[in-house]
């Protein structure tokens, strides 16, 4: 299975617990990255198999925003400290090597100093990923139109040359007027970035917002191939002939193409039923020492 990070704002961790576990069923992710969480200190934020980092936040009495990362148990990782006024949490997990992944979470009613954007960056080991809601409306990645934050991101992923992986779907559902934006962002080093494919849910789990989804690409290596050709003196020509049986109905078309196209896929089908090919394979370079006689004395061998 291929390896998943998550990231959602749940709007409320303690009243979604339910939808969190149905996100987690759904999408089996490493990292799952929540924002809005809304917890004080003493609530909770356990789930099975999933280790719980979190950066709560109050305004006075009340919790507000906040983010936590859940990380699947079997995932070798450490929480990264951060020295920053921004909701955030960061942590390096071990995949075919050591990624770092930062949940972020930007109010939209708060300014933002650029400096502290600059400042979390600088402190995420690189390669690293990060994702979260980030309130920020520009083109680059959907919107319709730019807002300041929209701005500051722009400069931010300019500024430090990552690359931003959201393919223009909406992430966001405004209720109020019933429109849909574009917030959630997915931000990484550009050395991930072949590797990673974008997508999100178009469940919205009971918040406004659907969860983006990073998915591994499994890039195997791939190998150089010849054109592969026919072996003909290895054909079996009476079941070719047998195969290949032209018609007069064949050419009895209204369309010269169609009947072109007939009567050669008669032939191609034929031939490849009844005449063996090569491989395509690249030989192996034969050693400029060897020669009949190594070949002689290895059969004797």
Known sequence: MAFKIVSSNCHGLQIHKEDIKSIINK???????????????????????YATQRSDFQQGSRASGGVACLTLCQIPSKPILLNTQLQAVALQIQLNSRITVCYLYLPPSVHIEQRHLDDLIQQ????????????????????????????QIETLIEDHGVCILNDNSYTHFHQ?????????????????????????????????????????????????????????????????????????????????????NTITDCIITSADISIPKTSGNIPKLCKPWWNTECDTCQKHN
Request: glycine fraction near 4%; hydrophobic fraction near 35%; charge should be positive.
């Open 27 to 49: 999408y089996q992710p490493i990292c799952l990255g929540l924002q809005e969480t809304y917890l004080k200190p003493h609530l909770s934020a356990k789930f099975k198999n």
């Open 176 to 260: 109020a007027s019933h429109t849909f934006h574009t917030i959630d962002l997915a931000i990484c080093s550009p050395s991930l970035a072949p590797f990673w494919k974008f997508s999100n849910s178009t469940n919205l789990f009971n918040s406004d917002h659907f969860p983006v989804v990073l998915t591994h690409i499994k890039n195997d290596p791939t190998f150089p191939k010849r054109p592969v050709k026919y072996i003909f003196r290895k054909a079996d020509w009476p079941l070719f002939e047998s195969l290949c049986q032209l018609t007069p109905d064949m050419v009895d078309k209204n369309s010269i193409d169609i009947a072109v």
């Open 124 to 151: 995420l080991p690189s390669p690293f990923f990060l994702l979260g809601d980030f309130n920020g409306h520009n083109p680059l990645w959907g919107s319709s139109d730019t807002n300041p934050r929209g701005r």
